[in-house]
């Protein structure tokens, strides 16, 4: 059940590297509708929120807290 509540509170904030506005990210439920608004590849997602990758065809994608409603450390 703790697993399943935590799902729910999953989400990815997308920021554009070329904006400086880091006030206003794009919150998204899946990566592959982060892939479908961004036109990006999905492929790099993941790492990328893992800290692998510091981004991805031009995104910064990071883990978003829905509750707290800011970035996961």
Same mark, same amino acid.
């Given at each position: 059940? #703790?697993? %399943?509540?935590? =799902?729910? &509170?999953?989400?990815?904030?997308? %920021?554009? #590297?070329?904006?400086?506005?880091? @006030? @206003?990210? &794009? #919150?998204? &439920? /899946?990566? /592959?509708?982060?892939?479908? %608004?961004?036109?990006?590849?999905?492929?790099?997602i993941l790492s990328v929120c893992k800290g692998n990758r510091q981004h991805t065809q031009g995104y910064i994608i990071v883990n978003w807290d829905?509750?707290? /409603? &800011?970035?996961? =450390?």
């Amino acid at each position: 059940m #703790i697993k %399943y509540r935590e =799902k729910l &509170k999953e989400r990815f904030a997308v %920021y554009s #590297i070329e904006g400086t506005n880091f @006030n @206003n990210p &794009k #919150i998204f &439920k /899946k990566t /592959k509708d982060i892939g479908d %608004y961004c036109r990006i590849n999905t492929s790099h997602i993941l790492s990328v929120c893992k800290g692998n990758r510091q981004h991805t065809q031009g995104y910064i994608i990071v883990n978003w807290d829905a509750v707290k /409603k &800011k970035t996961k =450390k």
